[in-house]
């Protein structure tokens, strides 16, 4: 089936799309506008775009194949690949302003995004398991959870006109949305740019939610797409100089500072999974102007998530992303200075997030208190 790429009300190439061959790009037909390609997706130097790139990114946006609960969604909708959900929402994002129009009887823009109208909680639902409350009724597949990347649980929701992002954590624990709020609370003490988590429980899991931080003029580069518009960096130079050198060409300001800042909470709460699609910049999609750094979301692989409790230890070795293989070696990379005396005051906080939850009892919150407060000494 014909599409036509498109950022916001801007046509970028005509495109094909084959639901037989599991929802890929077979292929370009034409170029409309360069400026407008997706960042990091190969233009060659005939001016055309490249098919494998292009791909790459529409993979991309579809639901991770780790993503909790997929299998059982692909399966109810009689799907083989995530990618086949892409094309059923055309492609609709709460994270940036990009989607397909079908050439055939084509959509209005100001009708269809994300931003500004409703859209289905079904396959959210169904995702979450719930899918006794679908069967048997129309399911409506217009829905920014086929675009929503990670591998726990979660589906966008509305409330009071704001769009809202619910997640859950993981057993044994459901320790995940609790570290989200905790990694806030710690940010907001360090005055580091963030996005707030708050609790919520649903069927007494633990889960959280925060507002989208894009809006229906912005859009978030991941940091992935950022090092693929750089070229082929030398051996010799590494990943972290070519990422902070591919922002600096692009002209992205303020990124060094940012990423020290966010390798730092990293540290402190042992994050696991601070990969190149959790992090990013923004820019404006109507100009193409880089406004700077996300504000440091995703948080929630942190705290020792999965570890029992006599696993837990302050050790600074423990494996890390996304420059260094452990977060002893990744910490060296931040030139950054913070004020740490403002987490001396921190027990109470912790206490008020992790207490109420059943999945952890008293000698858990004890021992990861202990470990968090020996990493904040050794960053002194």
Request: aromatic share 10%; hydrophobic share 40%.
């Amino acid at each position: 089936m014909l599409y036509t790429l498109m950022h916001k009300k801007v046509p970028v190439a005509d495109v094909e799309i084959d639901p037989d061959m599991g929802g890929y790009l077979t292929k370009i037909e034409k170029v409309h506008n360069i400026d407008h390609v997706p960042v990091g997706v190969e233009i060659k130097e005939d001016g055309k775009i490249s098919l494998k790139s292009l791909n790459d990114w529409w993979t991309g946006r579809s639901i991770p194949a780790s993503r909790s609960g997929l299998r059982d969604a692909l399966d109810f909708f009689k799907m083989s690949s995530p990618k086949m959900l892409l094309e059923k929402c055309f492609g609709l994002s709460l994270s940036d302003q990009y989607w397909v129009n079908k050439q055939e009887n084509p959509l209005d823009w100001d009708r269809v995004n994300f931003f500004e109208n409703e859209f289905s909680e079904d396959v959210g639902n169904i995702l979450f398991g719930k899918i006794s409350d679908i069967e048997g009724k129309e399911v409506n597949l217009i829905s920014p959870d086929n675009t929503s990347d990670g591998w726990l649980k979660k589906k966008w929701i509305i409330a009071d006109g704001k769009r809202l992002l619910l997640k859950g954590g993981s057993d044994p624990f459901h320790q995940e949305p609790l570290n989200e709020v905790f990694a806030s609370t710690i940010m907001r003490k360090l005055n580091i740019p963030h996005v707030n988590y708050t609790t919520i429980a649903i069927d007494e899991f633990p889960m959280c939610l925060c507002e989208d931080f894009i809006t229906a003029e912005t859009e978030l580069v991941t940091a992935w797409n950022i090092l693929r518009a750089g070229k082929k960096r030398q051996n010799h130079i590494s990943i972290y100089q070519h990422f902070l050198n591919t922002c600096e060409s692009l002209g992205i300001p303020g990124m060094r500072e940012s990423i020290d800042k966010m390798l730092t909470v990293d540290f402190l709460i042992a994050n696991v999974d601070r990969h190149f699609n959790n992090f990013g910049a923004i820019r404006n999609a109507n100009t193409l102007e880089w406004l700077g750094a996300s504000p440091v979301f995703d948080c929630g692989t942190s705290m020792w998530h999965n570890e029992f409790t006599h696993n837990i230890h302050p050790e600074f070795d423990i494996k890390c992303k996304p420059f260094k293989g452990t977060h002893s070696e990744q910490i060296k990379l931040v030139t950054f200075d913070f004020d740490f005396n403002a987490l001396k005051d921190v027990d109470e906080e912790f206490y008020s997030i992790y207490k109420p939850s059943k999945y952890m009892d008293r000698a858990r919150i004890e021992v990861l208190l202990s470990a968090l407060k020996e990493r904040v000494r050794a960053l002194i």
